[in-house]
């Protein structure tokens, strides 16, 4: 068998609980943490990517428990993202236990953070998240969950952060996030063929085809989730018996 | 209980290879020094950063040569990654760098990246461990038709294939994901990242006799 294609369950995270909801409106806390981190293990889970939406420099230190006690307990690569601005908060994540850490507007703000953090830290540990969103006939990348536009294109950016030296570039459509409907296969697709580093597709999931689609269609090399695993309409073994039957290759526990 | 001497070096992720450590039933022991080293059942270096940075470390604190004397002694040993990588003769990373000598060859990158072929570096997610003639390996036997978690750009090209423990291919590049001989045993992937195949394997080391 070759490489295994990846599946992430994605978890947000405020105030160090787990927490669901839709576009950061009516959120509900939704349990604990280390509890889903199990869950996701006993599943069968590739990786974990813990984002904080309620990033803040005053709860940096839940965070960082969070982060510790799930490392204690699952014994797999764990991505923690938000709030990510400079060295240190790189440093403290992976000291504290994380395996990756996801940077988004920093990287964007701070376009020498990514370079600096590779060369410190080593390109397997940075992820670059982009959230992209059509706008005429390409894709931008916007910041603060979609509401503020940057001007960059998307397909550009993501192929700047590889060769900056990230390893990974976590790839939310924000038209698709939210949805249901399935990714932005043409948007992942062209992102995947024009960067070196992996992509994570992400936002849009609502079936377990959608996951084939974005490997196949979308030639990803993992795909990320969170509703469809989070509110148990599938377990992650059912979406790997589910892509395996479709000749994707992935590892089965 | 086993005690495991974790080398730390300042820039491994000490926690995760801790934590897994014990959970494999081990009591771990953070390592600075060659006279701490003597006091351990079992010696694992672990791996995240540079080659050259990591030498020199070992370097600087005495522990190359108390590894290399504990190693000679028949302590069990495992190195896990860049832990893995040093202990070959040389490394071909960001410049040219000697390493521990245990196994004859070379640390080298992958070849060019292919990214129209899905070939892309680093080498990073659940890939095989092919065991060939060596299925019975006291500890990497447990990994058996299982997947484990890699994360690398680089790979231990031995000169001599009876070092190689077993195999992994990416892309079309088939390279050695094990490689030691007698008490010395070196992963380019990572057990502590690899959910209960890693765990297996780690208790094996732990319960390793020579």
């Known amino acids: 068998m070759p490489l295994s294609k990846r599946i992430i369950p994605c978890l947000d995270i405020a105030h160090g609980r787990v927490v669901k909801g839709v576009q950061f409106v009516d959120i509900i806390d939704a349990g604990d943490p280390v509890e889903a981190a199990i869950r996701y293990d006993q599943q069968g889970a590739d990786e974990l990517c813990f ?146 580093a992996n992509v994570i597709a992400s936002g849009g999931v609502g079936t377990l085809q959608h996951l084939a689609d974005g490997l196949l269609l979308g030639k990803a090399d993992a795909v990320l989730a969170a509703s469809i695993f989070h509110f148990n309409e599938h377990t992650i073994a059912e979406a790997k018996a589910y892509l395996a039957k479709q000749g994707i290759c992935v590892r089965q526990k | ?102 196994i004859p060859g070379a640390v080298k990158p992958f070849p060019e990246t292919h990214p129209e072929r899905g070939f892309k570096i680093p080498h990073m997610g659940w890939n095989d461990v092919l065991l060939g003639a060596n299925h019975d390996h006291p500890v990497l036997s447990t990994l058996q038709g299982q997947q484990v978690y890699y994360v690398h750009s680089y790979v231990c090209v031995p000169d001599q294939s009876e070092h190689i423990l077993a195999a992994c291919s990416y892309g079309d590049h088939p390279f050695a994901c094990a490689i030691g001989h007698d008490n010395v045993l070196g992963v380019q992937f990572h057990p502590e990242k690899s959910q209960q195949a890693g765990l297996n394997m780690l208790k094996a080391f732990i319960d390793w006799r020579i």
């Open chain 1, 51 to 196: 984002l904080d939406i309620r990033a803040t420099h005053e709860n940096r230190d839940t965070l960082y428990h969070v982060v510790s006690d799930v490392a204690e307990n699952v014994f797999m690569p764990l991505t923690v993202g938000g709030g990510i601005k400079e060295l240190s908060d790189i440093e403290n994540l992976l000291h504290a236990g994380a395996d990756k850490v996801s940077i988004n507007t920093a990287a964007i703000f701070n376009p020498q953070l990514v370079k600096d953090a590779a060369l410190r830290f080593g390109s397997s540990t940075i992820v670059v998240a982009i959230d992209a969103k059509r706008v005429a006939d390409h894709w931008e990348c916007f910041t603060h969950g979609g509401r503020k536009e940057t001007g960059l294109n998307a397909v550009d950016w993501a192929k700047k952060m590889a060769d900056d030296g990230a390893g990974e570039i976590l790839l939310t459509s924000m038209d698709a996030d939210g949805t249901k409907e399935g990714y932005d296969l043409a948007l992942t697709a062209t992102v995947a063929e024009t960067i070196s």
């Open chain 2, 1 to 102: 209980m086993v005690t495991v001497g974790l080398i730390d070096y300042g820039m491994g992720n000490m926690h995760s290879v801790t934590k897994a450590l014990e959970k494999a039933g081990s009591q771990v022991v953070h390592v600075h020094t060659p006279e701490a080293l003597m006091q351990m059942d079992r010696i694992v270096l672990p791996g995240v950063g540079a080659f050259r940075d990591c030498m020199a470390v070992l370097q600087e604190k005495g522990l190359d040569e108390a590894i290399l004397e504990r190693i000679q002694a028949g302590m069990p040993f495992l190195g896990i990654c860049l832990g893995m990588q040093v202990l070959m003769q040389s490394s071909m990373e960001f410049g040219f760098y000697q390493g521990l000598k245990v």
